[in-house]
């Protein structure tokens, strides 16, 4: 059977099951903020009861003085993804809730902490530009804010032959700058 022709009943389990894979915490609730699923990492950041908690079947925040604001913003939720930044008071964090309008009065919201680490998953730069190996350690690390020495570091090998690979890069590329470099492979880039 086609896998775009399954009935919604035999795609769910599917869907439950690649949804539960993901580390962000995935919830979907109605406008009155009831609980309708969440995958393993939202059962789990309900369970932690900050900033989010479970009161009955609704999540609200764990400060009761954002549950207006986290109400609204789930209220107001549309097709285009909006965030929202609730305080984490025992981690002296913040964290951020993405909410987008399902069908059926529902909304999705997707939750991390303020800096978390996603793991970012390239495409292949090989294919893309023609980058070795080598340059395309490179280029990722410098696209992920480490200096030259940093990945030298990393790499185990010298800054000079560091140097010489992002002079390969930045030609291949057509960039001269690091900021170049940045904007001409982010779209390039997923994050997990």
Same mark, same amino acid.
């Given at each position: 059977?086609? #896998?775009?022709?399954?009935?919604?009943?035999?795609?769910? !389990?599917?869907?439950?099951?690649?949804?539960?894979?993901?580390?962000?915490?995935?919830?979907? %609730?109605?406008?009155?903020?009831?609980?309708?699923?969440?995958?393993?990492?939202? +059962?789990?950041?309900?369970?932690?009861?900050? #900033?989010?908690?479970?009161?009955?079947?609704?999540?609200? #925040?764990? *400060? #009761?003085?954002?549950? +207006?604001?986290?109400?609204? =913003? %789930?209220?107001?939720?549309?097709?285009?993804?909006?965030?929202?930044?609730?305080?984490?008071?025992?981690?002296?964090?913040?964290?951020?809730?993405?909410? /987008? +309008?399902? !069908? *059926?009065?529902?909304?999705?919201?997707?939750?991390? =902490?303020?800096?978390?680490?996603?793991? !970012?998953?390239?495409?292949?730069?090989?294919?893309?530009?023609?980058?070795?190996?080598?340059?395309?350690?490179?280029?990722?690390?410098?696209?992920?804010?480490?200096?030259?020495?940093?990945?030298?570091?990393?790499?185990?090998?010298? /800054?000079?032959?560091?140097?010489?690979?992002?002079?390969?890069?930045?030609?291949?590329?057509? /960039?001269?700058? +690091?900021?170049?470099? =940045?904007?001409?492979?982010? !779209?390039?880039?997923?994050?997990?």
């Amino acid at each position: 059977m086609n #896998p775009a022709l399954m009935w919604a009943g035999e795609a769910a !389990p599917v869907l439950e099951t690649w949804l539960g894979l993901d580390r962000r915490a995935r919830l979907i %609730v109605s406008d009155e903020l009831g609980l309708q699923w969440s995958n393993a990492a939202g +059962r789990s950041l309900l369970d932690r009861r900050d #900033p989010l908690v479970l009161c009955g079947l609704a999540v609200r #925040p764990r *400060n #009761p003085a954002e549950n +207006r604001r986290f109400q609204d =913003f %789930v209220r107001r939720a549309s097709s285009e993804m909006s965030v929202l930044c609730l305080s984490d008071h025992h981690r002296e964090k913040h964290m951020l809730a993405a909410a /987008v +309008r399902l !069908p *059926n009065r529902l909304v999705g919201l997707t939750a991390c =902490f303020a800096g978390e680490a996603l793991a !970012p998953h390239w495409a292949d730069l090989r294919e893309a530009f023609g980058l070795t190996a080598s340059e395309r350690e490179i280029a990722q690390g410098l696209s992920s804010g480490l200096t030259a020495e940093a990945v030298a570091q990393k790499l185990g090998t010298s /800054v000079k032959t560091v140097r010489t690979h992002i002079r390969h890069v930045y030609s291949k590329l057509g /960039v001269s700058s +690091r900021e170049e470099l =940045f904007h001409k492979l982010t !779209p390039y880039m997923m994050l997990d």
